[in-house]
């Protein structure tokens, strides 16, 4: 099978699979993925595909959309922009592609935007959070809240419920990380509390002792944590082991049962939210459907895509309903005009910038376990 | 001072780390003289399979430990016989490569066997903390320092005192000399290698312990971290790497401390540069090194071995297929017509990255095959190229001309700059300062936010336009293909005339013998910057296209890997020859749309490619020239 794939693949690069015949009603729907499968970012990767390769068995069981099964191209980006765009260069030339979804970086997920805008494919970015991702063009959407609509409730995590008035923010070093830590600043000082480190921390990076020395000395009353699970897991484990107990404030990547397990005890009295609650009886199925597959827990990044591509599908089915002609721009406007859709991580109701704006729950980690605040 | 204080043990507990690391590095080079790039894959390996003993054996630590340093030193062995022995006699190069395509099969096995998660480490020493006012030191330092101390007594006890050592170390000076006095040389390489895999292995099973958790990219950022000690204290000196550990490790935590944390590694790979300006054999390198043929200059004692020494004897023997500069108008010529045949924006996209690598790959081929100074920093080049175009595009709104004018310019400055440290340097040294000039590169890019914007990157480049044509736009995939393909065709021109005039032939001359060169009457420094300056333009036009084929304009593309990437694209053109480098970097470039079908196995396979690629035409595809 590996083989026929590959020689398809040759195909196409030499460009005799290219000039399809026109879609046939019984024909799969297609629906391109991306996303880093390989390299330092894969275990993200990961988490997309094992979500959207059950949605997409899910409802090709339950007999597709309007009698048409959905076929997703899996491909890896590697989080490589170079990749990502000659994805979606493949995704542009295959015939009968309407939908895709990714990736998980900015940066990735742009250098495909361009490709897929001229080629009117819609994309749905379960994670992309850079500010003006969506404002590329009408064929930009995400998943995940803006920043800085989340800023206000990193405050109020920071500033109110953990009473900080000196506060430092070591954060992630990508798009992420720098736009939540200096938005989060801002909103921090405008409630009165005071900012004493911003700091990145590079991907990867695991020894964290003399930034651990520096807080020490600092001595601030609470620290944001806006850092990826695994480097933020090492960061907790050797700030306890440095004997500073100081309260710990993080948004969501750290809702990770991956994050419970590498930090063990040191992730005790963590206070955090999420988008997404494993415990919550509204996603049972889905997380009870996820672990038979997966033997492990959905975490919120397997609930983001699982979400998007539930919007591009319930879009493609609205489409199909109205009788237009399945186009990726009568998909795009379903999107964009879809009704408020209750998924996994909250309310898909896309605005006028294609933004959403999810509710996040507090939780605080008590006795290994995400608890509700 | 107490916070300066406890930031110099920080320094301790992490330099520790990496002198460990280092160890494997410099045993290997000093035997086999080769950047093993393994090494890395080796100390990964040597963590998960303790991770793997302990978790799903349910064995204790210490025969977990056992288990994985002996497999692993197997795996060492196995990696010289089956990745490096056949490649005796073929050029220096081959062998690193060979390492390096090791290197991805077992990173991307890696992925595959324990998933991409990081794993916590199963087993602990103790979490007992000591604390000396703020400062704290803990058990597992104390652990890792004993283990650290003890490998490195017995490893120097062993090179010098037993008659396996001594054949090492005979070896290590002079491989023929020791063959002909009856070492069996094959052997000791063998056991420099096995010796180089334990270690590997025990510095993963330490680092697990050290930061209680496993991860399968874990081995290139301290991989990295190894060669830069090994580099600083002296390749091929065994204290000199654990000297050059702790220096690392207090250096960067230091910077870390008082300029900022995402400061530490470029700070701590400038030291380096610096350190290689005043001391170019490294801290504690001495003589030693020049038998080897890493250090000295034109202007100090240096042996006859270069980069291509072993290919320039076979040089009558293999042929070298070449085109002549207009060859290359040709070529390009032909690949004009293709839009008129193929309509697939798809296959035109893969082409068009297909043009850019082989400019870039021909920028490499530049100074690491006619010059003979490997270059594993290339990426740092193409990024400044990329970064010049995605700076001045848009909020100066300059027409393409000028800012791939701009671009080309500032790139070759920014090449020549970084020559100078290189200067002094030859072989594996001046390797691994191009390898730290590349983490500059990229530690700037991330770094220097009003500028570059670090990781948000630069969005929405503008569509190309060329004023000299009239204002001519190039906005769909077809007509930025003819942009590329035009600018890389004239641009491989010039360089070939370059080549192939008396300049290359001085180029040449000086990668084979730099003091018979200087001898000859020849100004060696001026030559080699000006081949910088000409490889930084290459490799600047690159940049300046691919940011505009790209339109964003990230870090990420920068990286060490796509360094290595271009520089097995260079190698495996054969080097020097810029027919075949462009050769090898169109076709690497498109390789992996080709394999897309494999899935995960694809870099597996891309790796096993490059194996036998190098195995059947060890001197590059088309032979070095």
Redo the contacts between chains.
Sequence with gaps: M?????????A????LA??GVPAQAADPIKIGFFAP????L??F??RFRESVQLFEEQVNAAGGIEGRKIEVI???DR?????A??IA??F??TPGLVFAVGSF????S??AA??LT?AKIPQVSPSSS?P?FPK?SPYQFRQNTRQDKLAPLHAELVVDKLKGKKIAI?FF???W???TANLTKAAIEQRGGEVVLI????P????????V??I??LNPDVIFLPVHY?EA??FV?QLR???VTTPIGSPDPLSNP?FL??A?KDAEGILLYTSFFADDPRVKAYVDAYKAKYNRLPDQYSALAYDSIAVGVNAIRTVLQSGKPLTGENVRDAIASAPAYEGLTGTTKYDDEREVNKKSTFIIIKNGAYVLY | ME?FL??IL??L??GQVYALIALGFSLVFGVANIINFAQGALFMLGAFIAYSAIAWFGLPLVPAAAVSVVIVAILGLLLERIALRPLIGAPYVAPFLSTLAISTIID?SA?IVW??????FPASIS?T?F?IG???I?VTDLVIFGFGAAATVALTLFVSFTWTGRALRATAQDASAAAQLGIRTDVMRQIAFGLAGALGALSGILVALY???V?P??G??FGLKGFAAALLGGLASIPGAVVGGLLLGIGE??A??YV???Y??AIAFTLLLLMLLVRPNGLLGGGRLDALGGAGAAAGAMPTTSLLASSSSQQSALRAYYLPPWGFLAVGAAFALVPLV?????????LI?GFIFALLSASTSLVSGSVGILSIGQAAFFGVGAYAVGVFARPYGLPADATLAIAIGLTALVAVVAAIPLLKLTGHTAALGTLAIGQIGFLVF??W?SVTR????I??IPHPVLELLGGLRFA??EQKYWLVLGFAAVALVIAERYVSSPIGRVWRAIREDRLAALAAGLPVRRYILLAFAVSGALAGLAGGL?AY????V?P??FTVETSILVLTMAVLGGLGNLTGAALAGFALA?L????????????IVYGLLLLVALRVRPQGLLGAR
């Design positions: 590996t083989f026929r794939r590959a020689t398809a693949g040759i196409l690069v030499l460009g290219t000039t499968l390989t390299g330092n894969a275990n990767g990961e899996y491909e890896d989080n490589s922009p170079k990749e765009a000659s260069q493949k542009a030339n970086s900015t940066t990735a742009l250098a361009p490709i001229e850079h003006d590329f070591p070093q990508d798009d990380g720098q736009t700091e990145p921390i590079a990867n990076a695991r020894d964290f002792r003399p930034l020395s520096k020490k000395a695994q897991s090492a484990q082991q440095a004997g991956k397990e590498l063990g | 916070l406890s930031q920080n320094g507990a992490i991307q992925e998933s991409p998660e990081s794993q916590p979490s903390t604390f703020n400062a704290y803990t930061f209680q958790s991860f990219q874990m290139i950022p935590t230091l870390s401390a900022g944390d995402s530490r590694d193929v309509s697939s924006t798809y296959v035109l996209q893969a990255y991330l770094n936010v670090g990781p948000m990157g969005l929405n769909t995939t691919f084929v790209q339109q964003v990230s990420e593309s498109i992996p749309e080709f394999l897309r079908g494999f899935a995960e196995w694809r870099m």
